[in-house]
């Protein structure tokens, strides 16, 4: 877990320092966030976001409906931690793309094995075996 969560806080913090100084806008969470709180924008959205966003909204929905129904706690919290998981991988590759059109060789030589790391140590938590 520890390999797991030390890249979350190195993702996230490199996210947030991103958002700060204006590099990237427009990440899946900060647009996700943004149909949560002004869900009248949604026909304004790119087909990709409402899709995304239809998707994580049925998987929690479903997750919360069949967790509340066989009292399963668990499921809930997993499925919860599973979407922010994805959403934060997704936040990080809109990083890695919006840095590789302004520096390809710092995007390619430094974000690209972060993210690479990421999901390899997201998948290995999951197998049980960080």
């Given at each position: ?11 996230s913090g490199l ?99 972060f993210l690479l ?7 290995l938590y999951w197998?049980?075996?960080?």
């Amino acid at each position: 877990m520890s390999k797991f969560i030390n890249f979350m806080v190195i993702m996230s913090g490199l996210v947030i320092l991103f958002h700060v100084f204006g590099v990237v806008t427009d990440t899946p969470n900060a647009l996700l966030l943004d149909l949560l709180l002004n869900p009248e924008d949604m026909k304004d959205k790119s087909t990709f976001i409402q899709f995304i966003s239809a998707l994580e909204a049925i998987g929690l929905i479903g997750a919360v409906l069949i967790g509340l129904l066989t009292r399963n706690v668990e499921l809930v919290a997993a499925a919860t931690f599973t979407i922010w998981v994805v959403n934060m991988a997704m936040d990080f590759l809109s990083v890695v793309m919006a840095l590789s059109s302004e520096s390809r060789v710092l995007a390619v030589l430094i974000f690209s094995p972060f993210l690479l790391a990421y999901i390899l140590s997201a998948f290995l938590y999951w197998r049980g075996r960080d």
